[in-house]
């Protein structure tokens, strides 16, 4: 019924930046909270920021500063600015998104793909 398309990722120097996107399209009634996670080979899982539907944000510690999230509601789109980005950056980021299901009313999580950002000179 949902799809999350992630797109933005790619091969980056240190410093450089990158704007990731994720747009969800379906059956969709609306969006509440959407977070974007990252994972490494070998690393867990953590997450990286967090928006809500009013567009309050978190940040993990190793981003702030650095990373801004935001979300356009008339697009169903979430978008993840990365600037001054460092090696330990690198990872496959994931977005993450509660949706409302048109017509049942119902929440569920979706996932995007996954993109794949890599820091290196």
Same mark, same amino acid.
């Given at each position: ?6 797109? *933005? ?16 399209? *379906?059956? /969709? ?10 994972? %490494? ?32 509601? %008339? ?25 409302? /299901? +048109?017509?049942?009313? +119902? ?15």
């Amino acid at each position: 019924q949902v799809q999350l398309v992630e797109s *933005g990722g790619g091969l980056v120097q240190p410093g450089g930046s990158l704007r990731l996107s994720c747009a969800a399209s *379906g059956s /969709i009634f609306s969006i509440s909270d959407v977070g974007w996670y990252r994972q %490494a080979p070998g690393k867990e899982r953590e997450l990286v920021a967090t928006i809500t539907s009013g567009g309050s944000t978190t940040y993990t510690d190793s981003v702030q500063g650095r990373f801004t999230i935001s979300r356009d509601n %008339a697009k169903n789109t979430v978008y993840l600015q990365m600037n001054s980005l460092k090696p330990e950056d690198t990872a496959v980021y994931y977005c993450n998104m509660k949706v409302w /299901i +048109m017509v049942s009313r +119902m929440g569920n999580d979706y996932w995007g793909q996954g993109t794949q950002v890599t820091v290196s000179s």
